[in-house]
């Protein structure tokens, strides 16, 4: 440990310790990205070309920015779906599951009542999409709030679960005539609308909403201050007279609630087919954008954008540099590996 | 239904649940050091892609099963960094974890994809040399699946009956107190990380060098999430992890049956079930002390300087 700084270097210390922060966290960036550009080497791809191709099609042109948009809007959805439960210490790692079920939800209403208008089937879709992931929520948020068996473990265990059910439901009921792993295509009523001629649909409006809408509860209403109660000491809080029980099984069922909403926006906005394992990772995902923004709605925002380049752009490199698309999962993990092991100085007193 | 099948079924059922089994030994010992690992997916990918290259390169599959222990043990030397050095998160780190795996094994698998490889030889059950033709092939296993039990049992003699055992015990349990009586966490929490790689490398090997005798991209499908369910469902303990795995092969070798003798249920609700029993169970053993979970699970350990 360093000595105690004299009074009148403080300043100066402070200065030198945020300075060395931001010069750790460039160089480990920087890292990331010189790992990926010598992996790209190795198997034989021009890594300044690619970091280029990266940059200019997904923040070089609009069509790759409305890309990255569209992207964006899945992983918003399900780090709020962390978010919100982990304000009362909840840790939803369910919201892959949660998202599946909602879409199965949203999905049942589109395919059974495809001659509803538009302003009635689309609200009760993401009204069925809420519903069902929710449903999805209920049981590890009951079962935490009696103190039977930890929420983790539960929605761990739920994720494997739902996107058999959804095969189960794709191969028995609901496949087109010509596909047997995904369902006929929806109605127009039931895709959510999308804006300019690009894939950019109601979803990230809804997301945005939804982010300043938490942004605000936390911040100005007498739940978030009792959330904050709650986080800090739910046993204190309940003596309090904060009804501690509710508070855990409602907002698990709120955040399943919103991961289910974001399986709605994939299958009516993005996809307007509900396709078997069409999530590969949207709720973890969401679950490390949450995690590494620390739960704020403008780190999720950030996080989300940063996430979203880096996929869209691996995307496009796959057409270009015929590397698995897979691989930008590489660059992806370096960073977040890189952001897990921020320098201690950033989170509080520790060097 | 014809004897045949019923054999047939077992035989891929003991295939399936081996791999299982022995990623799943990997984590009870991480997981007694106090380390939960949400990656095992992408290190079993990671170690799958590497065990079939190098088996394709050198056409020697024993090397491929070395290479693919040491590419799980490295993998998890990863996590390692995070979560005991850097102090990160252990659910985010093994997230993360997985996400490289996923980009990972698609590099290294890539140019191997179809490719046909030396599996690993198959040995038929002492005592069986008799048997039919037909017959002998479906009691013919791989090495691997021979070292399966002795390995769980090498597991539980390693975590209850030796010194290291006991200090990577004492670890999981209270990092702070097995430091004060002479034990270094960090380095014990190492150690039973790259053990428990090796574990998980030798699984996804059995997976892709013997069984699969291929790669495919995202081959383990979800074998990494079941390993960390039977973990809990086996509370933290090799022996019963055995039962854990058979239960598992047992569900598919139900379904397989199933589907041979005509019922029609559909394998998509079969797959649930060893989700839902360890849910269930994790039920009935709730809020007693029979749970048994190393206390200091998913705790960072601060050290003390």
């Known amino acids: ?351 | 239904m014809s004897l045949l099948s019923i054999v047939g079924v077992l035989s891929s059922a003991i295939f399936s649940g081996t791999s299982l089994l022995y990623v799943t030994l990997g984590e009870v010992i991480g997981e007694r050091a106090g380390i939960v690992n949400l990656g095992l997916e992408g290190v079993m990918l990671v170690s799958a892609a590497t065990g079939v290259a190098v088996t394709a390169e050198t056409g020697n599959p024993f090397l491929g099963v070395l290479a693919a222990a040491l590419a799980g043990g490295s993998m998890n030397m990863v996590l390692g960094y995070l979560v005991i050095h850097r102090q990160a998160n252990q659910l985010a780190s093994g997230l993360a974890l997985m996400f490289f795996g996923f980009g990972l094994s698609a590099l290294i698998g890539g140019p191997y994809v179809g490719a046909k490889i030396h599996a690993l030889p198959r040995i038929l059950l002492p005592g069986l040399a008799s048997l039919p033709r037909l017959y002998a092939s479906l009691f013919s296993f791989d090495p691997l699946i021979y070292l399966v039990l002795p390995a769980a049992i090498l597991t539980w003699w390693l975590l209850f009956r030796t010194r290291w055992g006991l200090g990577l015990r004492a670890v999981g349990e209270n990092a702070d107190i097995a430091y004060a009586s002479g034990r270094n966490p960090r380095l014990i929490r190492y150690q039973a990380l790259f053990v428990g790689g090796v574990f998980a490398g030798v699984g996804a090997a059995q997976l892709s060098i013997a069984y699969a005798m291929t790669w495919t991209e995202y081959m383990t499908a979800g074998r990494g999430f079941i390993a960390v369910a039977l973990v809990i469902f086996s509370r933290w303990h090799p022996l019963r992890a055995v039962a854990g795995a058979l239960l598992f092969s047992g569900a598919v070798a139900f379904q397989l049956l199933l589907q041979s003798s005509g019922v029609r249920i559909s394998p998509f609700l079969l797959d649930t079930i060893p989700y839902l029993l360890t849910l269930g169970v994790l039920i009935l053993w709730g809020g007693t002390r029979r749970q048994s979970a190393p206390a200091s699970l998913g705790r960072v350990y601060q050290g003390t300087e």
Not at chain 1, 221 to 240: D, F, H, K, S, V
């Open chain 1, 1 to 351: 440990m360093t000595q105690p700084p004299d009074r009148g270097s403080l300043r100066q210390l402070l200065g030198h310790k945020a300075w060395r922060t931001t010069v750790h966290y460039l160089s480990m960036i920087l890292l990331a990205v010189l790992l990926f550009g010598a992996i790209l080497l190795i198997s034989g791809k021009d890594p300044i070309q690619s970091y280029k191709e990266i940059l200019t099609s997904t923040l070089g042109s609009a069509y790759g920015l409305s890309e990255v948009l569209v992207a964006m809007i899945p992983m918003l959805l399900t780090a709020l779906a962390v978010a919100l439960p982990s304000r009362v210490g909840l840790i939803n790692v369910g919201g892959e599951g949660q998202l599946y079920i909602g879409a199965a939800f949203a999905t049942w209403a589109a395919l059974t009542f495809p001659n509803l208008p538009a302003p009635v089937l689309l609200p009760l879709m993401a009204l069925l999409g809420m519903v069902g992931g929710a449903l999805w929520a209920v049981v590890p948020g009951y079962l935490k709030a009696i103190g039977l068996v930890n929420e983790t473990i539960t929605t761990l265990l739920l994720n494997p679960v739902a996107p058999k059910l959804i095969g189960f439901l794709i191969f028995g009921f609901w496949h087109a005539a010509m596909d047997t792993d995904k369902t006929s295509k929806f109605v127009p009523a039931a895709r959510l609308p999308t804006f300019l001629g690009t894939r950019i649909h109601l979803g990230l409006g809804i997301a945005i909403v939804l982010l300043v809408l938490y942004w605000v509860v936390m911040k100005y209403t007498r739940w978030g201050l009792e959330m904050r109660a709650i986080w800090q000491n739910p046993q204190a809080a309940r003596r309090n007279g904060i009804p501690l029980k509710p508070y855990l099984i409602v907002m698990m069922c709120i955040g399943g609630a919103i991961a289910g909403l974001a399986g709605m926006a994939q299958v009516s906005g993005f996809y307007g087919v509900l396709l078997l394992n069409f999530s590969t990772g949207l709720g973890f995902m969401g679950f490390l954008i949450c995690w590494l923004a620390g739960g704020d709605p403008l780190g999720i925002l950030l996080m989300s954008f940063v996430v979203s380049v880096i996929m869209t752009g691996g995307n496009l490199l796959q057409l270009t540099r015929d590397l698995p698309y897979a691989a930008i999962n590489i660059l992806l993990a370096l960073t977040l590996f890189v952001v897990l092991a921020r320098p201690t100085l950033i989170r509080g007193e520790r060097a």
